[in-house]
């Protein structure tokens, strides 16, 4: 079954500093990747997906990720972290059941300090 | 446009009430659907339409009741809840397996 791991409950960075948030899946064929982030009492709002192609995709935000195979990951990046990022972060895989169910990490929450 | 509202922003209602959670989007998405949200839990997927038609049930108890009018609008009708299933309540959509749209939730309060 498909599944989707983040190692780290939680995360503080200093604002400035770069940022790397993991997450590893298991898929048997090439997954539909993404990462959404959540403000408290908010929605999720998708930060950048990887279909296939450019195994470093773009997101908004000033955040990125890298796709390898050979890991099976997935990471989150973002160079110079500002104080608006502190938020709740899922990385999550698509699956076409007949319809397409996602299947989020447990998430990451991030704290950043001044 | 690339919103999705949802209605209200919260509700609390008795465990005998019957009340509607509202859905709408405009992008001309065919994908919508419904997820569950516990205190720092991820989303828990409800139900899944595709083209106006209930594709995924997750075995979501009977007192959870979607509907789908048009390929804008998705219902979540509630009746007779339980406690625990307050929680924040999202709907979202998507052009396919491209991603998803979500709204700003309804927050569920049972008592």
């Known amino acids: 079954a498909q599944s989707v791991t983040q190692p780290d409950i939680h995360i503080t960075v200093s604002e400035g500093a770069s940022l790397e948030l993991r997450c590893n899946y298991s898929?048997?064929?090439?997954?539909?990747l993404f990462w959404y982030v959540q403000s408290p009492g908010q929605g999720l709002q998708l930060l950048l997906k990887?279909?296939?192609?450019?195994?470093l995709v773009q997101g908004i935000k000033g955040f990125e990720a890298e796709f390898k195979r050979s890991q099976s990951s997935f990471n989150l990046r973002k160079p110079s972290v500002h104080w608006s990022d502190a938020a709740e972060y899922f990385c999550?895989?698509?699956?076409?059941?007949?319809?397409?169910?996602?299947?989020f990490g447990a998430g990451t929450r991030l704290f950043v300090k001044a | 446009d690339t919103e999705v509202t949802q209605t209200p922003k919260h509700l609390v209602m008795g465990m005998t009430n019957k009340k509607s959670l509202k859905c709408e989007q405009h992008?001309?998405?065919?994908?919508m659907y419904w997820y569950k949200q516990k205190a720092k839990k991820p989303p828990e997927l409800m139900f899944v339409?595709?083209?106006?038609?209930?594709?995924i049930n997750e075995s979501v108890p009977s007192r959870f009741s979607p509907e789908c009018p048009n390929s804008s609008l998705l219902n979540l009708h509630l009746h007779a809840l339980q406690p625990e299933d307050s929680a924040l309540y999202l709907c979202?959509?998507?052009?396919?397996?491209?991603?998803?749209?979500f709204g700003p939730g309804t927050r569920l309060t049972v008592t």
């Open positions: 979202a959509s998507s052009q396919e397996g491209t991603g998803q749209y």
């Open positions: 898929y048997g064929a090439t997954p539909y």
């Open positions: 990887y279909f296939s192609g450019d195994t």
């Open positions: 999550a895989v698509v699956q076409n059941t007949g319809g397409f169910k996602t299947i």
């Open positions: 992008m001309g998405h065919r994908a």
């Open positions: 339409y595709s083209y106006e038609k209930l594709s």
